[in-house]
């Protein structure tokens, strides 16, 4: 949301949306120094909350150095250095999104540096799978990676951006699978549907992109619309875009909602 | 949904997507070149439409996809380009 306008805000209270859950991503160009980063934590955990409850909106947020920034193992090493100090922040639900972007060396060692900070302070995970032609490698890389720590447990790792040939690989591995919804050139919302009533209704859930990028803040509001034209019951719409996520982040004692 | 309701709801959706997609394989086809591997893919997957394979997206999103396994030695690039390379 940091990238976002407060019209965004409105929209989104306005549509039903009980929280926003938001990852610390890549900003579109890389940042110079580890002090870049402590800025954008301190905007995560302390600014952007303050913002979001302007509108009554409980905000919440992922730390990390996200992949795009992972090639420079110093800066990623001086980044996972100060992570801790922002754990116990109240808004804080974990180390995300972490993951891999081109699946190259230096990500996959950042990416175990990563898990190693989760399993040493009882974090949930957050995973960003790599786009197109990368996807399929990066999950399976990302997930044989995670299920070699045994300090991990699947049930609180979600391994994000899932398509139609990634998600059976996630759900096997028994971690939660998100998808991520876009106006274009990846998810839609009839996409997302289709996933749920091919592969279930379990361990999964869906999330809006919105960032600096094409991107549509009520994606989900929207794709439960989609499911209704479709006949879905509203038990199993309140399941995928409610329960599913308050049931996986409820394992974080940060997560609470106002009493609906 | 039955199969009717389906096709009620999401026809005319399917339809002018398909005639995009022709239209974007006239221009390609129009303009001056050899295909890349983006485009080899591109007509890799659009053969997995007419196998009568269950699973059509996501055998079209695997013949755009990275086959191997090994790690890359560095990232060169941030974006992805919608095809493997290695492909051709």
Known sequence: MVSRVTDDYTHMVTAGCQA????????GFDRSSAAGFYDYFCQLTEHEPKRAAKFGLPHFSWLCINPKESEDLKLADDVLAIIPKFLDRPNVLGIGEIGLNKNSRNEIKVLEKHVDLAARHHQLILVHTPHLEDKLKGTRLIVDLIKSDKRIQPGRVIIDHVEEHTVQLVLDAGMWAGMTLYPESK???????????????????????????????????????????R?????????????????????????????? | MTRQQTLDLYFMDARWKLIDLAAFIDRVERAEGED?????AFRTALMELSKGNREKAKQV???????TTEPIPTATTKAACGAWPGAQ
């Open chain 2, 36 to 40: 890349d591997f983006r485009m080899k």
């Open chain 2, 61 to 67: 999103l695997l013949a755009f996809s990275d086959p």
């Open chain 1, 231 to 260: 006949g879905h019951r509203a038990e199993a719409i309140d399941k995928l875009v409610f329960q599913n996520p308050a049931k996986f982040l409820g394992q974080c004692p940060n997560f609470k909602l106002p009493e609906l």
């Open chain 1, 187 to 229: 998810c839609s919302p009839a996409r997302a549907i289709d996933m749920v009533e091919m592969y279930g209704n379990e361990q999964i859930w869906m999330n809006c992109a919105c960032d600096w990028g094409v991107s549509d803040p009520l994606a989900v509001p929207k794709t439960a619309l989609e499911m209704r034209k």
């Open chain 1, 20 to 27: 926003v859950c938001e990852p610390a991503f890549w900003a």
